[in-house]
């Protein structure tokens, strides 16, 4: 199995010329390469989350809320890869693997729940 991972910047895959060789540690094998960003990567991702951070500013917090629940839904429902592909990188025990994952999800649930104090509500456009 190799993988040629892409990075995904403004909602779009992105390559880069040179790349990083992904290596199983428990045997050697070559799983795949992953993109070595650099500054013009950098750039790229910080100019789009700039661009992108209004809309979300904007977005109630009710339904942002709702969107990193789904974040750890989504996890969730693919623990199985997420297991198996963080147990082949980086030689993780599953039961760890299953640990970390699962903690990523819980933690986005939990996070999904926090209330803020209205005093930093109350500045944003849109909030409840």
């Not at 991972?5 to 992105?14: P, S, W, Y």
């Not at 070559?30 to 789009?48: K, R, V």
């Not at 992108?52 to 969730?76: L, N």
């Amino acid at each position: 199995m190799t993988t040629n991972a892409k990075m995904t910047i403004n909602g779009k895959d992105v390559d880069t010329t040179n790349h990083l060789t992904v290596t199983n540690p428990a045997n050697g094998e070559i799983l795949g390469t992953a993109p070595d960003a650099g500054m013009a990567e950098l750039d790229q991702a910080i100019a789009a989350a700039r661009a992108a951070f209004p809309k979300w500013r904007a977005t109630p917090y009710a339904e942002r809320q709702a969107i990193i629940a789904k974040v750890g839904e989504v996890i969730g429902a693919n623990m199985e890869e997420l297991c198996r592909t963080l147990t082949l990188e980086q030689g993780k025990p599953a039961e760890q693997a299953q640990f970390e994952i699962g903690g990523a999800a819980a933690w986005a649930g939990a996070t999904a729940m926090l209330e803020l104090p209205v005093s930093v509500l109350e500045d944003e456009p849109g909030h409840r």
